[in-house]
């Protein structure tokens, strides 16, 4: 059987007269959209304008959600309840759903941004908060997270599906969490070491952290972050060398 890996990549990330990213080049090359609430970056039309450019280039719809930082750029942890994680979930969400019924489509996924991602892929209770908002808002959705994390777990344990993430541009620490931006190794701008790095992960599981150990690891969908400045050419080349090596690039399904 055919393998076959999502490509997302966070967008929907500009603000105002201020713009970010390359959304409209990378939705040519990317099969799934995490699309910024509000909360981190993004305003209404913001929204309305990158779901009506992912519906009309058939790219899967996702909400993400963070915590409320846009000086931050969401990056920054804060202490939150699980109650709180929960109304940010369903806030945001229903949010950009309203964006997509507006567009004649609907939601695919969530994935969380930022601190909260990271946060979640640690902590248990503050993972369950979510996943459980993403099963009441609508279990229907595909919670996506860290390969290997809580996140994913509790999405399984209430009985969401669920997608591992891996990074094409991130460095990995030794437990498989991924390295804190200010460590050195932990953003990867070479082009050539990302897709070597990214068909290891999807043909064989496994990734080498920043200390040089193997860390075994599942690939069910692969991010690009959308502000990155080789965004684009990430995503030509990642796409062009997983199908080239006998992947089906698709949506999350």
Not at 64 to 77: A, I, M, N, Y
Request: proline share 4%; glycine share 10%.
């Amino acid at each position: 059987m055919r393998k076959s890996i999502d490509l997302n990549c966070d967008m929907g990330e500009s603000f105002g007269a201020w713009t970010m990213g390359q959304d409209e080049a990378l939705l040519e090359h990317v099969t799934s959209a995490n699309i910024a609430c509000g909360f981190h970056a993004g305003d209404p039309m913001t929204m309305l304008r990158t779901v009506q450019s992912a519906v009309a280039k058939g790219v899967a719809l996702g909400a993400h959600p963070s915590l409320p930082d846009l000086q931050g750029f969401g990056r920054r942890t804060m202490s939150i309840t699980p109650e709180e994680a929960r109304g940010l979930i369903l806030y945001q969400v229903g949010a950009l759903e309203a964006f997509a019924k507006a567009a004649g489509a609907r939601l695919c996924h969530v994935k969380p941004h930022g601190a909260l991602y990271n946060m979640a892929a640690k902590d248990s209770s503050l993972a369950a908060a979510i996943a459980g908002a993403v099963w009441d808002f609508d279990p229907s959705l595909i919670l996506v997270g860290l390969s290997g994390s809580a996140l994913v777990r509790a999405g399984l344990d209430i009985g969401l599906r669920c997608a591992s993430e891996v990074f094409a541009d991130r460095g990995y620490e030794s437990d498989g969490s991924l390295s804190p931006r200010s460590a050195p190794g932990a953003m990867i701008t070479d082009e050539e070491l990302a897709v070597s790095r990214v068909l290891r992960m999807v043909h064989e599981g496994q990734v080498k952290s920043v200390a040089g150990k193997d860390v075994a690891l599942k690939a069910g969908t692969i991010c690009i972050h959308g502000d990155q400045p080789k965004a684009l050419a990430f995503a030509r080349r990642l796409r062009r060398a997983l199908e080239e090596s006998g992947v089906e690039v698709r949506a999350l399904q």
